[in-house]
């Protein structure tokens, strides 16, 4: 009976102090794609829970109680960071989620890419270029990549001026899909028929992430005059200590592939 008494004590106690009690889980987000075309993309936020809104901001700056509570869909009509949070009195704050809205970019006539994993490939050979996807969930529009180098070749429908190109990544360190360890990309040039390199990326995963898509750009300041791109991913041989698998070989997922 006193043990009873003792957590209603603390209970009641915590309440009328207003010392948050409970977080608040993120709000679900519905989009149809984070690629951008002519058409704006609506953006549906889902949560419902008493005493509690929905705030957002569209700059990239963490949404606090001062930013617009959400109402009705809002429309993304061009590159935004998007940061969502769920709020209330005597309540956590959710985590933060992060959607990052990009124009689709050039016209690309073919992506040709290393064998994915079996479990996680398609048939579809525009996948890496459909402008869907965006989504968190790595059973959806994703290729699987359990191999230690993915090497992806694009092809563009006509040599034009290219300063960048950006890869839809996941990570999803809880289901062992870890970001690149480096990124290299290559063009072609016709003049020596030879690939030459511009420029690499390295990644390190030295401590957590949270679960989302990465837009990894690769940017080429000068400019080069291609029609054949490429990109060698390298993924993670070994897992990091700090993670449960430690030791294991780490997924790569690709959604998309973009070019600008």
Same mark, same amino acid.
């Given at each position: 009976?006193?043990?009873?008494?003792?957590?209603?004590?603390?209970?009641?106690?915590?309440?009328?102090?207003?010392?948050?009690?409970?977080?608040?889980?993120?709000?679900?987000?519905?989009?149809?794609? =984070?690629?951008?075309?002519?058409? &704006?993309?609506?953006?549906?936020?889902?949560?419902?829970?008493?005493?509690?809104?929905?705030?957002?901001?569209?700059?990239?700056?963490?949404?606090?109680?001062?930013?617009?509570?959400?109402?009705?869909?809002?429309?993304? %009509?061009?590159?935004?960071?998007?940061?969502?949070?769920?709020?209330?009195?005597?309540?956590?704050?959710?985590?933060?989620?992060? =959607?990052?809205?990009? &124009?689709?970019?050039?016209?690309?006539?073919?992506?040709?890419?290393?064998?994915?994993?079996?479990?996680?490939?398609?048939?579809?050979?525009?996948?890496?270029?459909?402008?869907?996807?965006?989504?968190?969930?790595?059973?959806?529009?994703?290729?699987?990549?359990? %191999?230690?180098?993915?090497?992806?070749?694009?092809? $563009?429908?006509?040599?034009?001026?290219?300063?960048?190109?950006?890869?839809?990544?996941?990570?999803?360190?809880?289901?062992?899909?870890?970001? &690149?360890?480096?990124?290299?990309?290559?063009?072609?040039?016709?003049?020596?028929?030879?690939?030459? &390199?511009?420029?690499?990326? =390295?990644?390190?995963?030295?401590?957590?992430?949270?679960?989302?898509? =990465?837009?990894?750009?690769?940017?080429?300041?000068?400019?080069?005059?291609?029609?054949?791109?490429?990109?060698?991913? $390298?993924?993670?041989?070994?897992?990091?200590?700090?993670?449960?698998?430690?030791?294991?070989?780490?997924? $790569?997922?690709?959604?998309?592939?973009?070019?600008?």
């Amino acid at each position: 009976m006193r043990a009873r008494f003792m957590v209603f004590f603390i209970f009641i106690y915590t309440m009328n102090n207003g010392q948050p009690v409970f977080q608040l889980a993120p709000p679900t987000l519905k989009y149809s794609t =984070v690629f951008l075309t002519a058409s &704006p993309v609506p953006v549906e936020m889902i949560f419902n829970q008493p005493g509690a809104a929905i705030h957002y901001t569209m700059n990239g700056k963490e949404s606090a109680t001062t930013d617009p509570i959400y109402h009705s869909p809002v429309l993304i %009509r061009k590159k935004t960071i998007l940061k969502v949070k769920t709020m209330g009195k005597d309540f956590l704050s959710s985590e933060t989620v992060t =959607v990052s809205f990009v &124009p689709a970019g050039k016209a690309i006539k073919k992506i040709i890419y290393s064998p994915p994993h079996e479990s996680y490939a398609n048939s579809r050979p525009d996948i890496l270029n459909d402008d869907t996807g965006g989504s968190t969930n790595y059973r959806k529009n994703w290729l699987g990549f359990e %191999r230690d180098t993915a090497q992806i070749d694009i092809e $563009l429908g006509k040599k034009e001026t290219v300063r960048s190109v950006m890869l839809d990544l996941l990570q999803d360190e809880g289901s062992w899909i870890f970001l &690149p360890t480096r990124i290299e990309m290559s063009y072609f040039d016709d003049r020596s028929n030879s690939w030459k &390199p511009t420029g690499n990326r =390295v990644l390190v995963a030295d401590k957590p992430s949270p679960k989302q898509t =990465v837009q990894e750009e690769m940017k080429l300041p000068m400019g080069v005059q291609a029609d054949k791109l490429r990109l060698v991913l $390298l993924s993670v041989k070994r897992i990091p200590d700090w993670h449960a698998g430690r030791g294991n070989h780490g997924w $790569l997922f690709i959604d998309e592939i973009k070019v600008y």
